[in-house]
């Protein structure tokens, strides 16, 4: 498959206006630019970028609903939260909070907001710091190849006590994952299958609380 012949693929999966697709593709070219002085995704899917990347992230946009703010923690290369900051350009209000510690990554970040004007801000913090500085309401909590499940969740513990909830793209594991930190949380999820990967899962997390006596990232006890 050829680059061009992926991102047709991809596109058909996503119905967006030819603005948005604009977007992408600047999205995309900066990508690829800024590759070849850091590595933001693996290179053995540079071919498929947008199937396996873009289109990945932007499945999530029907689970969002008539969500608003968006908290998209290690955010990397900007999946899937830039991509839904792109996507969802033209709805008044909505924004995306793109979370990453790594200065160069960060820096991507900001120039492809700029470049693509997406309703998105970029902070350069740890994941930890920033949702328990947060203050404000969340819609949702996303991210993508980032960590287990059980982390996930402690890293947003803060915005579920708070009443957010979660998007999280995982592969096969997801159920075992969510299983595993069954024994440690209270959870109310629900699973959905990749549209682009036979093997993949997207957990909807309506809520989640820690279980007694269990030490949160603080340090504290609940």
């Known amino acids: 498959m050829t680059f061009d012949s992926n991102r047709a693929e991809a ?12 977007r992408l593709d600047v999205y995309v070219d ?25 289109a990945d992230s932007a499945q999530l946009l029907p689970l969002l609903g008539r969500s608003r703010t968006i908290v998209d923690i290690g955010s990397g290369a900007g999946f899937p939260g ?7 350009s033209g709805e008044a209000g909505f924004h995306v909070h793109l979370v990453e510690s790594n200065g160069r990554k960060a820096a991507f970040l900001r120039e492809v907001v700029r470049a693509t004007e997406a309703p998105a801000t970029v902070h350069g913090a740890r994941i930890e710091d920033f949702t328990r500085g947060w203050r404000g309401d969340v819609d949702f909590l996303t991210a993508r190849a980032l960590a287990s499940l059980g982390d996930l969740l402690a890293f947003g513990e803060s915005l579920f006590d708070a009443g957010s909830r979660a998007l999280f793209l995982k592969g096969q594991s997801a159920r075992q994952e969510l ?22 899962q997207i957990i909807l997390i309506n809520s989640a609380s820690r279980r007694n006596g269990v030490r949160r990232l603080d340090g504290n006890r609940t």
């Open 179 to 200: 299983a595993d930190a069954s024994e440690g949380w209270n959870i109310d999820a629900k699973l959905y299958p990749s549209v682009t990967d036979s093997s993949g």
């Open 30 to 54: 900066l990508l690829l630019r800024w590759q070849q002085i850091k590595n933001l995704v693996a290179p053995s899917t540079l071919g498929e970028i947008w199937t396996r990347h873009i």
């Open 82 to 88: 830039l991509v839904l900051a792109i996507v969802k």
């Open 11 to 22: 596109l058909t999966h996503m119905a967006v206006s030819h603005e948005t697709a604009a």
